[in-house]
């Protein structure tokens, strides 16, 4: 088998980081089987240089724009990773308390952070507010009375975006597409239009940006186009009517290539339609990609516990599971998989690849067809990440998986393998009972 590439191809189809020719394959110049010997299966290995290339090529693309970009700290939230974007300039989009403590510690600064969501408790809304975040984007008319609420009896003024729901099918997993009114995302640009008209009822609110996020894993510019220009003739209008808009988010949803054959669409293409639908506004552009910066970067590295020849199907048992990567049972999500070593020139048969978790769901791929392989070999599960560790659990008590970050030649570890006390900390050995 020939090698494949790990991480991504630039705009000329160059590869750029890491193979899996030779005898294992390597994450930059770090040899994968070291790797897991030293440090255990499932493994996240992440490529620094990899984050690092797609958030350049996207800064790069934004060249001339006032325009920022806020990691979707969602799609990997780890320490190390958050604090490479950290580094290298870019804010953070977070959904939660939890995220906005996270970014803070990685030195991403609260003014290049925005505070997206549906549902904000107010204990979040202080903690940001606390913070300083740069701004709300706000959902819900009950959201935008409590954060004036808030704001208000802490004697500040919130900056504010509308999130509009431009009614758009972002052709993409129903699970994951969120900008059409039948979503709970957003509100229409008929009620954004209300709360414009009457924005002097919340005065400790400044309502000045607007915000939408249609969905993720888009692949398609059509739906992009569509939202971008519903957002901008509604900017247009509403400047018009004499609102300042001061910042104008397009939300996240980059695609990235999970399957050969697939074909995301490029930065430059992408930036290409924000220019055109923006053309002339004079405040901040700020983008929240998360799958683009980092899915590509990542991989998932599991031996093979066994092979087992069912009655109707050859399954290949793997040491990773989905509560380690839930995406094959949650979307039937497609990642490469990739045999290491001397399985890589053995030939091909059709697997269901399956993790060890007690339910048929936990499937990576049916009847896929890959190198034999056996128990022991190593198989890397591609694009993995985003939305990988950041949505793993402990689910049939698996410790959660250790993450190594590789920069060149080095790599460290960037989450410890949990141990079992860590899996059951804050569960006492006994009841304590108590009446409220
Ligand atoms: N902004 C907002 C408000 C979002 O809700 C999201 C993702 C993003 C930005 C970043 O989207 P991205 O650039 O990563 O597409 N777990 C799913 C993906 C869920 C995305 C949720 N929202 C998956 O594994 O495919």
Same mark, same amino acid.
């Given at each position: ?22 005898? !294992? #394959? ?25 984050? /690092? ?7 790069? !693309? ?90 208000? !009896? ?13 009614? $758009? ?68 209008? *509403? &400047? ?42 004079? #405040?901040?552009?700020?983008? &929240? ?13 599991? /031996? $093979? ?5 069912? &009655?109707?199907?050859?399954? *290949? ?28 020139? /053995? ?6 690849? $399956?993790?060890? $978790? ?9 009847? /896929? ?38 920069? #060149?030649?080095?790599? !460290? ?13 804050? &569960? ?9």
């Amino acid at each position: 088998m020939s090698g494949r590439p790990f991480f991504w191809q630039d705009p000329g189809g160059k590869m750029q980081q890491g193979n899996t020719r030779g005898d !294992a #394959g390597t994450c930059e110049g770090v040899d994968l089987a070291s790797l897991a010997r030293r440090e255990g299966t499932p493994l996240y290995v992440y490529s620094a240089a990899a984050i /690092r290339g797609r958030l350049r090529a996207l800064q790069a !693309a934004l060249a001339g724009l006032d325009a920022g970009v806020c990691y979707a700290v969602k799609a990997n939230s780890n320490g190390a990773v958050l604090r490479l974007m950290a580094e290298e300039g870019a804010g953070a989009d977070i959904v939660s308390g939890g995220e906005l403590w996270r970014s803070l510690r990685a030195g991403i600064p609260a003014g290049r952070i925005v505070f997206s969501g549906v549902g904000k408790s107010a204990a979040e809304i202080v903690q940001a507010l606390e913070a300083g975040v740069a701004r709300f984007n706000i959902e819900s008319r009950a959201e935008l009375e409590l954060l004036e609420a808030i704001a208000s !009896a802490r004697g500040q003024v919130a900056h504010a975006a509308v999130r509009i729901n431009p009614d $758009v099918d972002a052709l993409t997993h129903a699970k994951i597409s969120t900008g059409k009114s039948e979503n709970k995302f957003g509100v229409s640009i008929a009620e954004a239009r209300a709360w414009f008209a009457q924005a002097d009822r919340w005065p400790s609110v400044r309502l000045d940006g607007l915000h939408m996020h249609i969905g993720s894993q888009i692949l398609s510019l059509e739906p992009v186009r569509q939202a971008l220009q519903r957002m901008a003739g509604f900017w247009r209008e *509403l &400047e018009a009517a004499g609102h300042a808009i001061a910042s104008i988010d397009v939300g996240g949803g980059l695609g990235v290539r999970y399957r050969e054959g697939e074909r995301p669409i490029e930065a430059d293409a992408y930036v290409a339609e924000i220019r055109q639908a923006l053309d002339g506004f004079r #405040g901040r552009i700020l983008l &929240e990609p998360g799958r683009y910066l980092v899915a590509e970067a990542g991989l998932l590295l599991s /031996r $093979v516990l066994l092979e087992k020849e069912g &009655e109707a199907r050859r399954f *290949l048992v793997l040491d990773a599971a989905m509560n380690d990567l839930l995406r094959p049972s949650l979307y039937d999500a497609w990642h490469d998989l990739v045999p290491l070593g001397d399985a890589a020139e /053995r030939p091909p048969v059709a697997y269901d690849v $399956v993790g060890p $978790v007690c339910e048929t769901g936990d499937t990576f791929a049916t009847g /896929r067809t890959m190198p034999r392989c056996e128990a022991g070999d190593l198989v890397a599960i591609l694009g993995a990440g985003a939305y990988g560790a950041s949505m793993a659990s402990t689910y049939n008590s698996r410790p959660l998986a250790a993450e190594v970050l590789v920069d #060149g030649a080095r790599y !460290a570890v960037v989450r410890r393998r949990q141990t079992l006390d860590e899996m059951i900390a804050g &569960e006492p050995s006994a009841a304590t009972w108590q009446t409220p």
